[in-house]
């Protein structure tokens, strides 16, 4: 059957290009990068120059990026690293209502330790304006965490102005910022967001699943979650994933490389989406912001069940999401949109679709003609 893949904020298919190199390192650079002899030597050359290439790409120093399991554990680390070192300074934290379950439920994990955490609210478009963040900032805040793009709706996050705002305000409290959906894709640069700590994942660019990284800048320090060996200077012991981060790196090198270019491609597609949903199926509402993400769209389509829709494509080889992936197997309702002011029936009925630069357009049209007709089939179902 023909296959139309548009569920790449879940994760992405790994190419050609990536997985050969992954191949190489699994059997010929096989050594322990922390081993004397050559053979470690060589993975070690590996996982450096895998450093530098996305150090490079974030313009940050090379001894600034860390290694981990994915942007799950960059996410875990990173918060609860610095909020448990810097406890003595103060135990007020700030976070968003959208954030990925990996960042709310680690501020929710500090709750129990005795912090107290800050949700933000957003907009309708899903934004989270910087006045909220400063009125939000008490004596004894130490860290604020803000996404750059949010996983769901695209919506972009005005991170460079947050950072602005909060270091004048008070250049001690930390500022990390989950880049896992956008990296690759928009430019992230933490110097010009002020930010201290960044997370990354290598399966949203292409890349493998379970590899990931986090930016932390120099002189900041944080308590590892993992007890171990002095891998990744201590801040994540364990033997290096020595193929997954060569693959990231190569992931990391091709969409930097060709960013605006496949910017260009997937905002066309999205366009080209968001256009014959609305001109084909009448009452759909879009979910989101007018410059949202390039590679993300999410809409309700009244009447239908998202879940009812994502399995009728399938049908025909197509793959789509409600919401979140992480929230699909989950039966409450996506907590970016109830934050985003929808109603329990908006977010039922809600779709997200999201594209990759290796989508064409023809694909999109294939969608297209497969969700009108399923859509106008449920809903004279749905009537009856
Ligand atoms: C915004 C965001 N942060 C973090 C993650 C978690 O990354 P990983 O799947 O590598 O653990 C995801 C994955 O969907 C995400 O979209």
Redesign the pocket.
């Known amino acids: 059957m023909r296959e139309v893949y548009l569920d790449n904020?879940?994760?992405t298919q790994v190419t050609p290009g990536v997985a050969a190199v992954m191949q190489e390192v699994l059997t010929e650079t096989y050594g322990n990068p922390s081993s004397l002899h050559r053979k470690g030597v060589a993975a070690e050359r590996v996982i450096t120059s895998a450093r530098r290439v996305l150090a490079g790409a974030c313009a940050v120093k090379e001894g600034e990026i860390y290694f981990t399991?994915?942007?799950?554990?960059?996410?875990n680390t990173v918060i609860k690293g610095v909020a448990r070192r810097r406890r003595r300074r103060g135990t007020h934290l700030i976070t968003t209502k959208i954030?990925?379950?990996?960042?709310l439920y680690a501020y929710r994990a500090l709750e129990e330790e005795g912090f107290q955490v800050t949700y933000l609210d957003v907009d309708r478009e899903g934004l989270v304006h910087p006045e909220k963040v400063i009125a939000a900032l008490r004596e004894d805040t130490i860290l604020v965490s803000v996404?750059?793009?949010?996983?769901e709706v695209g919506s972009v996050q005005p991170v460079a102005e947050i950072g602005k705002r909060l270091k004048t305000a008070n250049k001690e409290i930390l500022f990390h910022v989950?880049?896992?959906?956008s990296f690759g894709k928009l430019p992230v640069l933490p110097g010009n967001w002020q930010a201290d700590l960044i997370?990354f994942?290598?399966?949203?660019i292409h890349g493998p699943?379970?590899?990931?990284a986090f930016y932390c800048k120099g002189g900041v320090l944080l308590e590892p979650l993992l007890h171990g060996g002095d891998q990744e200077k201590g801040f994540r012991p364990g033997t290096e994933n020595t193929a997954g981060i060569a693959g990231f790196a190569e992931a990391a090198q091709i969409a930097v490389q060709k960013q605006e270019e496949n910017n260009r491609l997937m905002a066309n597609l999205r366009q080209r989406m968001l256009a014959g949903i609305m001109e084909a199926i009448p009452d759909v509402f879009y979910n989101g912001q007018a410059g949202a993400a390039p590679h993300i769209l999410s809409v309700t389509i009244s009447g239908i069940k998202g879940e009812v829709l994502v399995h009728a494509l399938e049908e025909h080889g197509i793959y789509i999401s409600t919401g979140?992936?992480?929230h699909s197997h989950r039966a409450d309702p996506s907590h970016v949109l109830l934050a985003m002011g929808r109603a329990e029936k908006e977010i039922e009925a809600s779709l997200r679709f999201s594209f990759s630069p290796y989508n064409t357009e023809e694909e999109i049209d294939y969608t297209l003609e497969k969700l009108r007709d399923n859509a106008a089939n449920l809903r004279l179902f749905t009537r009856r």
């Open positions: 904020s879940a994760t399991s994915g942007g799950t554990e960059a996410n954030e990925h379950p990996s960042v996404m750059h793009v949010n996983n989950d880049a896992v959906q997370s994942s290598a399966h949203k699943k379970g590899v990931g979140s992936a992480c």
